[in-house]
């Protein structure tokens, strides 16, 4: 990777012998830049030179040297072969390559140096094995080509563990960029010279920069295109006018033959991503509403997946976390998911009966994959076995629940169970072939079964009989001679042989030949005799070789009917996907929603499916939602903790279930289709990229005003509070008059602020209306309801919400002092009217008052000395100007000599 690359060979550094080994190993090491090289010595990968230098240190294993009498002795550091993609992982994960240098010949077979060469290259997007992968995730590796000469680009994205891939051209470089920060991938491809943008500069540490001659070439990337899909021409994959998307596309061929080192590599069918198809969920608004991850970049507890997620196989998962990043924007897809959800919702039984056969499936598209790659272990195998013992159980299940349900059966589980192959062959194949618990690597025996192959069960029975048979052919020749006497022996100078004493010797058979002759006996050897020590001494060999090539030959024809396995695969992940959605509606109480082509949107006791786990069904209290022609933008006004953003949050999620086909959590719901969901919340720094949290808003709310529609829905939170109060609430009218303006009646929005000036806009702007989250004062302290009813709110409530965080006693009676006075003074919301005169016709029919007499600040008699001076050295601070240890000091300094001084009380 970029930022790890460990540079290219090493020199020939002066004093070091340059022996046949270390000249192979450069030789390799130069064919292979910017990896760190396993080089295979017997039973270890070694490192050498700058590599066993970075090994060391980021493994944490000895550094050591070859050649130590030298006077040069070489940096080396290794690890056992037998375990090294532990250590190859760990290198992975920092941003390492791993370049796998195998002895390709039999050491014994090798006159001189063994043959070695690179089998392939670890990079964190190409793996394929388990043990590093997210199961329920996929793992990507893009390529992005953008030609600013034309303002076209391209986007393409595999997932190499299970053969898929898409991509998407744009003529926006910034919308290629946004998917891929969507994507989320493991490794990006990049023509040399080109960078990520500024708004992306987090993603560069994944990108891997390669020569845009020998990877990004149209020409080039064209035949490999046309070669791994096996057509004629572009159009027949609608990418005669995608050139960019093409030259993306051949860069990641070019990338995976160079790395799996296998010409005949291939990837699944490739299927282009259709927009047009899909609910778009940006990068923003997925993290916003943590669907996968929390706000501080966690998985698990906490987030929407977390608690949807009922899926039993990988397949499944993937499937259903594909679904909520890109929910259908279509009815029909939509209804046909319910139908079956429904199915299994309403039946517990059967849905039991799934889960317990979904739970002994494994991720076959992985499998598979690996099997097709040769990757695959003979362990590998068993848990294909063991899926297809499945298979058989789950189509007679679903066959029956469809016959149960004749009249209203859904059409997708009719469909699918139509074309359903349970594998038969293969799975009595792999019964016979196979043992139960075979050993983890190839090359060691031990695989197969006894009556799958009739020269391999002879080997096994000299190997595991051979004493066996050499003493049934000791008491052959004794029931053929009458020579009781007749013995077996055995040394390592002869091999077996039979023995007879001297007073015998001259009856001994014919067919015995005199190996040796000793004082009181002779020994003999007999064709049969040395017919079966050959075979018993090389069974052992024979028996790892031909099972090795049996292996092969298994593996073979499991790769040929790859597309049967696939096939299966994506049948059985559609089938857990429904009944994880039906396990987790049915566990936690969810509704089917209504949907339809409208704007409307009526949900009648929703709840945040998230806040809802955490806390609780018995205290959680739901929340009603009325988006309607007449109230299209919903002004919601309440103070800090009541709950706003909640509400927010829970209606953009309600939407995105809604629109993959869950059931949702709410009493009932219908809901308008959204085409986009777009959502500012949350506040947050992007220091990295000196972006201040007003810049961030600023940037977020700027890309919803572009892209958003009128079939959007918009969810805005505190928009302008990152600047002063008067420019924060200028921007935040102006954002409500777009969005209240555009198409025909606006975009459907949920707006939170705490600018209760903005309360004045219903009635005023068609299809504003105002909302709040009730709470009750009592005794001077304030009790959340969590409710959010009709109306703006009487007041912010901050001194109090203050107060409950525990700010001193003092400070809070000040506080009411001030907002008395500036109160006093204030001409009321309403006022605030006449400082928006009517924008470009926004506000038909409202002239611009006489602008109002800036605010004075209130009378402040009896303020200390000492007070005063502080207002009076806060009014003069430079802010902007200062460290954040000079900011510490200065409130250390007033804590300790103004606020809280040690004579008065807290």
Not at 538 to 548: C, G, N, S, V, Y
Request: aromatic residues 6%; glycine residues 8%; charged residues 25%.
């Amino acid at each position: 990777m970029t930022a790890k690359s460990p540079g290219a060979a090493p020199p020939q550094e002066p004093g070091v012998k340059m022996t046949p080994m270390f000249e192979q190993y450069l030789r390799i090491k130069q064919e292979h830049p910017g990896t760190l090289l396993f080089y295979r010595m017997g039973d270890f990968y070694e490192l050498f030179f700058d590599d066993a230098r970075t090994a060391a240190r980021e493994l944490q294993i000895t550094l050591t040297s070859r050649n130590k009498q030298s006077d040069n002795p070489v940096p080396m550091a290794g690890v056992p072969h037998h375990s090294y993609w532990d250590y190859a992982a760990r290198l992975l994960d920092k941003g390492y390559r791993v370049a796998v240098c195998d002895q390709v010949q039999d050491p014994r077979e090798a006159k001189g140096l063994v043959e070695r060469q690179v089998t392939r290259v670890l990079t964190p997007g190409t793996l394929v094995e388990d043990e590093n992968l997210d199961a329920k995730d996929h793992n990507y590796l893009c390529a992005l080509y953008f030609d600013a000469d034309k303002d076209a680009g391209g986007l393409a994205w595999a997932d190499v563990s299970t053969g898929e891939w898409s991509g998407l051209a744009a003529a926006r470089q910034e919308q290629l960029w946004q998917w891929l920060a969507k994507l989320g991938p493991s490794e990006i491809l990049l023509p040399v010279g080109h960078e990520p943008p500024r708004s992306h500069q987090g993603l560069a540490r994944r990108v891997n920069h390669l020569p845009a001659r020998s990877h990004f070439d149209l020409a080039a990337a064209t035949r490999h295109v046309l070669r791994d899909q096996g057509v004629a021409d572009l159009a027949a994959l609608d990418l005669a006018d995608k050139p960019q998307l093409v030259q993306a596309m051949g860069a990641i061929l070019v990338y995976l033959r160079q790395t799996q080192m296998r010409e005949d590599f291939r990837l699944a069918p490739f299927k282009p991503l259709n927009l047009a198809r899909h609910l778009l969920l940006d990068d923003v608004t997925e993290r916003n509403l943590e669907l996968f991850r929390r706000l501080d970049g966690s998985r698990g507890r906490g987030t929407l997946w977390a608690v949807l997620d009922a899926t039993l196989t990988p397949m499944g998962g993937r499937l259903l976390a594909g679904r909520l990043r890109m929910p259908w924007k279509d009815l029909a897809p939509i209804v046909k998911t319910q139908d079956c959800v429904r199915l299994f919702v309403e039946d517990d039984t059967l849905r039991a009966d799934l889960r317990t056969l979904l739970d002994s499936v494994y991720d076959l598209e992985r499998l598979v994959t690996r099997i097709r790659m040769n990757r695959a272990t003979p362990r590998d195998f068993v848990a294909l076995r063991g899926s297809l013992g499945a298979l058989p159980g789950l189509r007679e299940r679903l066959a029956g629940a469809v016959e149960t349900h004749a009249d209203d059966a859904p059409a997708a589980l009719r469909q699918l169970l139509g074309g359903w192959d349970s594998l038969d062959d293969y799975a009595t194949l792999l019964h016979r072939a196979l043992e139960d618990s075979p050993p983890p690597v190839v090359t060691e025996g031990g695989l197969f079964r006894r009556g799958y192959h009739p020269e391999l069960d002879e080997l096994m029975d000299l190997t595991d009989h051979g004493q066996a048979q050499v003493q049934g052919l000791l008491e052959a020749e004794r029931a053929a001679s009458g020579l009781d006497k007749l013995k077996l022996g055995f040394n390592r100078v002869f091999g077996y042989y039979f023995e007879l004493p001297k007073s015998l010797a001259d009856k001994a058979p014919y067919h015995f030949t005199r190996r040796q002759t000793l004082a009181n006996c002779e020994r003999y050897a007999t064709p049969q005799l040395a017919e079966l020590e050959e075979r018993i001494l090389h069974a052992a060999d024979r028996r790892k070789e031909l099972e090795f090539a049996l292996f092969k030959e298994l593996r073979a024809g499991v790769a040929e009917a790859a597309h049967r396995f696939l096939d299966m695969a994506q049948r059985l992940a559609a089938i857990d996907c429904w009944q994880g959605l039906a396990e987790t509606a049915r566990r936690r109480g969810w509704t089917r929603p209504e949907l339809h082509d409208g704007l409307d949107v009526t949900i009648r006791e929703g709840r945040h499916p998230v806040v809802e786990a955490m806390q609780g069904t018995a205290g959680y209290i739901p929340n009603d939602l009325h988006l309607t022609q007449d109230k299209r933008l919903l002004v919601i006004t309440g103070p800090n903790m009541a709950g706003k953003s909640t509400v927010l949050r829970q209606a953009a999620i309600i939407c995105i279930l809604a629109q993959i086909g869950s059931y949702v959590p709410a009493a009932s719901a219908s809901i308008g289709l959204a085409d986009r969901i777009f959502s500012r919340v949350g506040a947050s720094d992007n220091l990295a990229e000196g972006q201040s949290t007003f810049m961030v808003e600023m940037s977020e709310t700027a890309r919803i005003l572009r892209q958003a529609g009128a079939r959007s829905l918009v969810i805005l939170d505190e928009i302008g509070r990152g600047t002063s109060t008067f420019d924060g609430l200028a921007l935040a009218w102006a954002v409500v008059e777009e969005l209240a303006a555009r198409g025909k009646g606006g975009v459907r929005t949920l707006f939170a602020t705490h600018y209760h000036e903005l309360t004045a806009l219903e009635g005023e702007i068609p299809g504003v209306a105002n909302f709040n989250v009730a709470v009750r004062e009592y005794r001077d302290e304030i009790i959340f309801l969590r409710r959010m009813v009709p109306g703006p709110s009487d007041r912010s409530y901050g001194i109090q919400v203050a107060q409950l965080a525990g700010v001193p006693r003092r400070v809070v009676a000040r506080a009411k002092d001030i907002l008395a006075g500036l109160e006093a003074r204030s001409g009321g919301a309403h006022s605030v009217l006449a400082l928006a005169a009517p924008a470009q016709g926004l506000l038909p029919g409202l002239a611009p008052p006489a602008p109002p007499a800036a605010p004075q600040a209130p009378a402040a008699p009896d303020i200390p000395p000492r007070v005063r001076a502080f207002m009076d050295e806060l009014e003069r601070l430079e802010v902007d100007r200062l460290t954040p240890i000079e900011a510490l000091n200065f409130l250390y300094t007033w804590k300790a000599t103004t606020l809280c001084p040690p004579c008065e009380d807290d």
